[in-house]
């Protein structure tokens, strides 16, 4: 089965290009999308509205289904607040979905709820009847010693985290700069975690279970900056194996 995964930090504040936005994932087409610097505003835009007849939102609507961190963290975190998100159309379906409080963050607790709406995961069911662990992340800024710190732990939280999750994984991330002559063990060399490395351009990253073949790989920057982000929008082609 050939899927289409998208990982792209949107920057959807106030001043961003909403329509672009939303116009650009739909040229692209991609069966998965992970998003971080997401909005509810833009959130909602990509999912059928559930009070719409399906006859009214079938041509037009984007995604079939969605999860959002602001959304799934304990308190819900505010209106304005930017999270993750991943999305999917209707060849997938969403089974469960979580920020990763299970993650073996070391932190204490009144820093924790900023890890956690960086933070989501999501069982998807394919159409094959395989099941795939889909995650997007976004790094924590290290500016300072007490923040380098910080991207420190939130990366290594998550690397652990990786490690006890069962089958096939893609995750994406905007990680921010990296932490000068510091190991990383979430993006390497060397990470702890089993998977590997698909595509990367600046601060962000796509990675997947090994096994898993690329078929493309494209990095388009020209296209999100024209669609209001300042990050590159990173798109894969795999091909995941049939029963």
């Known amino acids: 089965m050939r899927i289409r995964v998208v990982s792209w930090n949107v920057d959807s504040r106030p001043t961003g290009l909403l329509d672009a936005k939303i116009e650009l994932l739909r040229r692209l087409q991609p069966d998965l999308v992970l998003l971080q610097e997401i909005g509810r505003p833009v959130y909602r835009a990509l999912l059928p509205h559930p009070s719409a007849h399906e006859r009214m939102h079938r041509r037009t609507r984007q995604f079939s289904w969605g999860a959002l961190s ?25 089974l469960d979905a979580e920020v990763l409080d299970q993650a073996p963050f070391d932190i204490s607790d009144p820093a924790r709820p900023g ?19 889909v995650c997007s992340f976004h790094g924590r800024q290290p500016s300072g010693v007490p ?35 510091s ?61």
């Open 115 to 133: 890890f956690l709406w960086r933070t989501v995961a999501a069982q998807v069911a394919l159409s094959t009847g395989d099941l795939l662990t």
């Open 147 to 181: 923040a380098a710190a910080l991207q420190q732990a939130f990366h290594a939280g998550i690397a652990s985290w990786l490690t006890d999750v069962p089958g096939p994984v893609i995750f994406g991330i905007d990680a921010g700069p990296r932490v000068p002559d």
């Open 70 to 94: 602001t959304d799934l963290c304990k308190p819900r975190a505010s209106e304005y607040r930017l999270g993750c998100a991943v999305l999917g159309v209707s060849n997938t379906a969403l």
């Open 183 to 243: 190991a990383d063990p979430l993006l390497g060399p060397g990470p702890t975690h089993h998977l590997n490395h698909v595509l990367n351009a600046d601060d962000d990253h796509l990675w997947t279970t090994p096994g898993i073949p690329v078929l493309d790989v494209q990095c388009l920057a020209d296209d999100a900056a024209a669609a209001g982000s300042d990050h590159p929008l990173l798109l894969v082609d795999l091909e995941l194996p049939t029963p």
